[in-house]
């Protein structure tokens, strides 16, 4: 339990200590306007306040990533706490605090423009079919994931087709209409089950005297489970997600002031961090280790194991508001999934979104393509995802160091966690049976051949666009304080 504890506390001092020490480094300017009013559209650039704005970021980063992958990261045994610790407070929070302010910066731009600007126009074309495929396959899966969760919470008494449907009828009209209309006016309660649920597992967890192991050499992690990379694709959104860089720019369309990203983005992530940790420390401690928390994944998946540690430690009624919980999850991702992908599109072609008819138009064949994929078997595909949300985030650290780097500020602070991760990113893909199915040692070998390769590229363009005085921000002539 003093791991656990030990590591709760770790991730909230880092907030206080690192967290302000990035947002030094980036160098926010207080009296400089931001998208919200430069570009006001009434649609997708709507000043909202720093609370409304913090919930609804931890709801549109969170998805079930910081449930589902927890529980099945403790199966590598407590090394799950480390990397959710130090992932979350040096990469993932680092990564949506850098992607955010960034887009802040260039007028709310989202992730493929980011990297036209800073990494090559090629990356532009490349990571716009990236991001829209990846939202594509969040938002499919995120209408399938609770949907399922609900049927079961409701004995089956409604059919799953009927709560698909009805899912994707709120998904749609999240999707269309202004942020403000249903993202920022139902958020706030979906917020306070998501907190309350995820608190009262934690404090369930601390009363019951739940035996949480420690970390040790003897128990490190199970059977010698191979840790690198496997954990790092296990463990993503409780520690670092590509998918988050393509849900700041949400906010950072709607973030009135460059003070309040340290809450929002960076604060948001350490959240998402000790939720991550009181799932973790749950599916750890509750099925008699290893072997008994193997066999309920096995039989029912990370559900059952939801559903088990709910109704356990909080009884019937406690454990259906906890499970509703966790429903949130990916309702609140999916819906801001296929809106970002509506932006991104839009953005892509250059289509102003005011218009309902403008956002209809590229809102539809995105649906119409994710029932079909409702349709189709997801183990493969999300096999694929799991390293295309790595691969995303390594993208969103480079653009970000790539700023820093530019500005001649410290852009270790991106590039270290970056590196560490297209190391994994490339040793895992050449590893996989889903990908060129080599040994492990020749994987290696190649991941850190590649990386050096990459990281030599990287500097040669970060020359080259000091040599070349590549503005960092866009231009707000005539902005010069916060309306």
């Not at 309660?189 to 597992?201: C, D, K, M, N, P």
Request: proline fraction near 4%; charge should be positive; include cysteine.
């Amino acid at each position: 339990m003093y791991t656990f504890l030990a590591g709760i506390v770790l991730l909230v001092v880092g907030y206080f200590t690192y967290g302000k020490f990035v947002e030094k480094v980036f160098g926010v300017k207080e009296e400089r306007a931001t998208p919200a009013y430069v570009n006001a559209d009434g649609v997708d650039y709507i000043p909202m306040g720093t609370a409304k704005n913090s919930l609804i970021q931890l709801l549109n980063i969170a998805g079930t990533g910081p449930v589902f992958g927890p529980i099945m990261g403790a199966l590598y045994g407590p090394v799950a706490f480390i990397w959710i610790v130090v992932g979350c407070i040096f990469a993932g929070a680092v990564h949506d605090y850098l992607t955010g302010m960034i887009s802040i910066r260039n007028k709310g731009a989202h992730l493929p423009q980011l990297a036209s600007k800073f990494l090559g126009k090629v990356m532009k074309h490349v990571v716009n079919a990236f991001a829209v495929l990846l939202l594509l396959l969040v938002g499919t899966v995120f209408v399938s994931t609770p949907a399922s969760l609900l049927h079961v919470l409701m004995d089956g008494k409604i059919a799953l087709g009927i709560i698909i449907a009805a899912i994707f009828v709120y998904y749609i009209l999240a999707t269309l209409l202004p942020v403000d209309k249903i993202i920022g006016r139902l958020y706030p309660y979906f917020g306070a089950i998501l907190l309350i649920s995820a608190v009262g597992v934690g404090v369930g967890l601390l009363v019951t005297g739940a035996p949480i192991p420690e970390i040790s050499l003897s128990n490190f992690h199970p059977d010698n489970a191979p840790i690198f990379p496997l954990l790092f694709f296990t463990i993503t959104c409780g520690a670092l997600s590509g998918f988050h860089a393509t849900q700041t720019p949400i906010i950072s369309r709607t973030t009135q002031k460059e003070k309040q990203g340290r809450k929002i983005f960076y604060g948001m992530m350490i959240a998402e961090g000790i939720i991550a940790m009181i799932w973790a420390a749950a599916a750890m401690s509750m099925f008699d280790g290893y072997n008994g928390l193997n066999e309920i994944l096995a039989a029912g998946g990370p559900g059952a194991i939801v559903s088990e540690v709910s109704t356990t430690l909080l009884g019937a009624i406690g454990g259906t508001l906890a499970v509703l919980g966790v429903v949130v999850l990916p309702i609140t991702s999916g819906d801001t999934a296929f809106r970002s992908a509506r932006m991104i599109i839009a953005d892509y072609l250059n289509i102003a979104q005011m218009k309902l008819s403008s956002r209809l138009w590229i809102a539809i064949p995105l649906f119409v393509v994710s029932v079909a994929l409702t349709q189709i078997d997801f183990n493969i595909l999300w096999r694929y995802f799991s390293w295309a949300n790595q691969a995303t985030a390594v993208i969103a650290l480079f653009v970000g160091a790539m700023y820093l780097y530019i500005a001649k500020k410290n852009y270790y602070i991106s590039l270290i966690p970056g590196s560490f991760m297209l190391v994994m990113v490339i040793t895992y893909i050449l590893n996989a049976q889903i990908g060129f199915g080599m040994s492990m040692t020749v994987s290696w070998i190649g991941g850190f051949v590649l990386s050096a390769v990459l990281l030599v590229l990287f500097f040669i363009a970060g020359n080259k666009h000091r040599a070349n005085n590549l503005a960092l921000d866009e231009d707000i002539s005539g902005w010069n304080k916060v309306a």
